[in-house]
Protein backbone atom coordinates (compact mmCIF):
# COMPACT_ATOMS: atom_id res chain seq x y z
CA UNK A 1 0.00 0.00 0.00
CA UNK A 2 1.46 3.24 -0.67
CA UNK A 3 2.41 6.28 1.42
CA UNK A 4 -0.27 8.60 0.67
CA UNK A 5 -2.86 5.90 0.60
CA UNK A 6 -2.22 4.65 4.60
CA UNK A 7 -2.34 8.50 5.36
CA UNK A 8 -5.30 8.95 3.74
CA UNK A 9 -6.76 6.60 5.87
CA UNK A 10 -5.57 7.41 8.60
CA UNK A 11 -6.62 10.97 8.11
CA UNK A 12 -9.95 9.46 7.78
CA UNK A 13 -9.68 7.80 10.94
CA UNK A 14 -8.48 10.84 12.80
CA UNK A 15 -11.20 12.81 11.49
CA UNK A 16 -13.92 10.44 12.55
CA UNK A 17 -13.05 10.71 16.15
CA UNK A 18 -13.09 14.58 15.75
CA UNK A 19 -16.61 14.91 14.85
CA UNK A 20 -17.57 13.00 18.16
CA UNK A 21 -15.19 14.54 20.02
CA UNK A 22 -16.71 18.04 18.82
CA UNK A 23 -20.09 16.64 19.96
CA UNK A 24 -19.40 15.74 22.75
CA UNK A 25 -16.99 18.95 23.83
CA UNK A 26 -19.98 21.05 22.74
CA UNK A 27 -22.75 19.41 24.58
CA UNK A 28 -20.43 20.94 27.71
CA UNK A 29 -19.23 23.89 26.28
CA UNK A 30 -19.59 27.01 24.09
CA UNK A 31 -18.88 26.30 20.48
CA UNK A 32 -16.57 29.35 20.78
CA UNK A 33 -14.65 27.91 24.05
CA UNK A 34 -14.42 23.98 22.61
CA UNK A 35 -13.14 25.71 19.32
CA UNK A 36 -10.38 27.85 21.69
CA UNK A 37 -9.20 24.10 22.83
CA UNK A 38 -9.46 22.98 19.45
CA UNK A 39 -7.18 25.22 18.25
CA UNK A 40 -4.52 24.85 21.41
CA UNK A 41 -4.31 21.14 20.32
CA UNK A 42 -2.60 22.40 17.26
CA UNK A 43 0.00 23.97 18.75
CA UNK A 44 1.94 21.48 20.02
CA UNK A 45 1.55 19.75 16.45
CA UNK A 46 2.83 22.83 15.08
CA UNK A 47 5.84 23.51 16.97
CA UNK A 48 7.11 19.80 16.65
CA UNK A 49 6.51 20.61 12.67
CA UNK A 50 8.38 23.60 12.72
CA UNK A 51 10.89 23.17 15.22
CA UNK A 52 12.33 19.64 13.58
CA UNK A 53 13.58 20.44 10.30
CA UNK A 54 14.63 23.92 9.20
CA UNK A 55 11.55 25.54 7.72
CA UNK A 56 11.95 28.14 5.37
CA UNK A 57 9.96 31.27 5.52
CA UNK A 58 10.64 32.98 2.66
CA UNK A 59 7.47 32.63 0.93
CA UNK A 60 6.25 35.38 -1.78
CA UNK A 61 3.03 37.74 -0.83
CA UNK A 62 0.84 35.69 -2.83
CA UNK A 63 1.77 32.23 -1.23
CA UNK A 64 1.29 33.76 2.71
CA UNK A 65 -2.15 35.25 1.66
CA UNK A 66 -3.66 31.94 0.15
CA UNK A 67 -1.83 30.21 3.09
CA UNK A 68 -3.71 32.54 5.57
CA UNK A 69 -6.94 32.28 3.87
CA UNK A 70 -6.75 28.46 3.59
CA UNK A 71 -6.48 29.10 7.48
CA UNK A 72 -9.26 31.42 7.99
CA UNK A 73 -11.23 29.22 5.70
CA UNK A 74 -10.58 26.39 7.83
CA UNK A 75 -11.11 27.74 10.88
CA UNK A 76 -14.29 29.30 9.96
CA UNK A 77 -15.47 25.69 9.00
CA UNK A 78 -14.67 24.67 12.30
CA UNK A 79 -16.23 27.07 14.16
CA UNK A 80 -19.78 27.09 12.63
CA UNK A 81 -19.85 23.18 12.34
CA UNK A 82 -18.88 23.26 16.53
CA UNK A 83 -21.76 26.24 16.59
CA UNK A 84 -24.02 23.78 14.59
CA UNK A 85 -23.12 21.13 17.29
CA UNK A 86 -24.00 23.23 19.79
CA UNK A 87 -26.91 24.75 18.66
CA UNK A 88 -28.64 20.81 18.96
CA UNK A 89 -27.43 19.41 15.57
CA UNK A 90 -26.89 15.67 15.38
CA UNK A 91 -23.32 14.53 15.35
CA UNK A 92 -24.66 12.18 12.33
CA UNK A 93 -25.78 15.30 10.55
CA UNK A 94 -23.31 17.85 11.38
CA UNK A 95 -20.57 15.99 10.43
CA UNK A 96 -22.32 14.16 7.20
CA UNK A 97 -23.03 17.81 6.26
CA UNK A 98 -20.00 19.04 6.61
CA UNK A 99 -17.84 16.66 4.89
CA UNK A 100 -19.66 17.14 1.77
CA UNK A 101 -16.79 19.99 0.99
CA UNK A 102 -15.38 18.03 -1.38
CA UNK A 103 -18.07 19.02 -3.27
CA UNK A 104 -17.61 22.46 -3.22
CA UNK A 105 -13.57 22.09 -3.68
CA UNK A 106 -14.50 19.97 -6.75
CA UNK A 107 -16.97 22.70 -8.02
CA UNK A 108 -14.48 25.62 -7.68
CA UNK A 109 -11.42 23.64 -9.06
CA UNK A 110 -13.16 23.11 -11.92
CA UNK A 111 -13.15 26.80 -13.35
CA UNK A 112 -10.38 28.12 -10.98
CA UNK A 113 -7.58 25.30 -11.53
CA UNK A 114 -8.87 23.83 -14.47
CA UNK A 115 -9.58 20.73 -13.46
CA UNK A 116 -11.52 18.32 -15.45
CA UNK A 117 -14.14 15.63 -14.04
CA UNK A 118 -14.87 12.94 -16.24
CA UNK A 119 -18.39 11.49 -15.99
CA UNK A 120 -17.32 8.89 -13.56
CA UNK A 121 -16.17 11.04 -11.23
CA UNK A 122 -19.42 13.06 -11.75
CA UNK A 123 -21.18 10.38 -11.17
CA UNK A 124 -19.59 9.52 -7.90
CA UNK A 125 -20.19 13.77 -7.18
CA UNK A 126 -23.67 13.43 -7.60
CA UNK A 127 -24.07 10.02 -5.24
CA UNK A 128 -22.31 11.51 -2.86
CA UNK A 129 -24.50 14.29 -2.98
CA UNK A 130 -27.59 11.91 -2.70
CA UNK A 131 -26.28 10.30 -0.10
CA UNK A 132 -25.68 12.89 2.15
CA UNK A 133 -29.47 14.63 1.43
CA UNK A 134 -30.54 10.68 1.90
CA UNK A 135 -28.51 10.32 5.47
CA UNK A 136 -29.34 13.69 6.83
CA UNK A 137 -33.43 13.72 5.95
CA UNK A 138 -35.03 13.49 9.62
CA UNK A 139 -37.87 10.79 9.02
CA UNK A 140 -40.94 11.00 10.81
CA UNK A 141 -42.20 7.63 13.69
CA UNK A 142 -42.65 4.92 12.01
CA UNK A 143 -46.38 3.95 10.70
CA UNK A 144 -47.47 1.53 12.41
CA UNK A 145 -49.31 -1.35 10.04
Same mark, same amino acid.
Given at each position: MELWFTLSLLALALWGFTGLTQKLATNHVSAELSYAFYVAGFLPIMA /? @? @?FQRETTWTLSPRDWLVTLTAGVFLGGGTLTSFMAY? @? #?GKASVVTLIAGLYPVVT /???AVPILGERIGWREGIGI $? @? $? /? =? =? #??ALTCEGGPAEEA
Open positions: /V @L @LR @L #G /VAL $A @L $A /V =A =A #GI
